[in-house]
């Protein structure tokens, strides 16, 4: 399994990016998606997982109301819509997958994820 994303880039504070990841494979349906971030320094954080196609989804803290994420499965891709950006929101961005869904907080912590993206940088300037 193969994940790609793609869509960070440099945004003023307030603005908006769409993060994509897409996914290789042939069950992503049934997959639990999941986007950390990480700065230089600090350990992965966790900040949004789907759990799978239909289940719940689960968001930190500092992200809630401000991003969502969402999936096609007809495009094997997951999304993370950001709005409302803030400078602390500045990271490398990474999308991780889980082969067979996830639960509670197996959801939340990065070493259940089976797979993982490149990563993608998002930086928002103040």
């Known amino acids: 399994v193969q994940l790609q994303a793609s869509g960070g880039g440099l945004v003023q504070a307030g603005g908006s990016l769409r993060l994509s990841c897409a996914v290789s494979?042939?069950?992503?349906?049934?997959?639990?998606m999941g986007w950390f971030r990480q700065v230089p320094g600090k350990e992965r954080e966790f900040v949004a997982a789907?759990?799978?196609?239909?289940?719940?989804?689960y968001y930190t803290d500092s992200v809630k109301g401000r991003f969502t994420i969402s999936r096609d499965n007809a495009k094997n891709t997951v999304y993370l819509q950001m709005n409302n950006l803030l400078p602390e929101d500045t990271a490398v961005y990474y999308c991780?997958?889980?082969?067979?869904?996830?639960?509670?907080?197996?959801?939340?912590?990065?070493?259940?994820?089976?797979?993982w993206g490149q990563g993608t940088q998002v930086t928002v300037s103040s």
């Open positions: 991780g997958a889980q082969g067979y869904g996830c639960s509670g907080y197996g959801c939340y912590d990065s070493d259940e994820y089976d797979w």
């Open positions: 494979g042939r069950t992503f349906s049934s997959y639990a």
């Open positions: 789907d759990t799978w196609s239909g289940g719940s989804t």
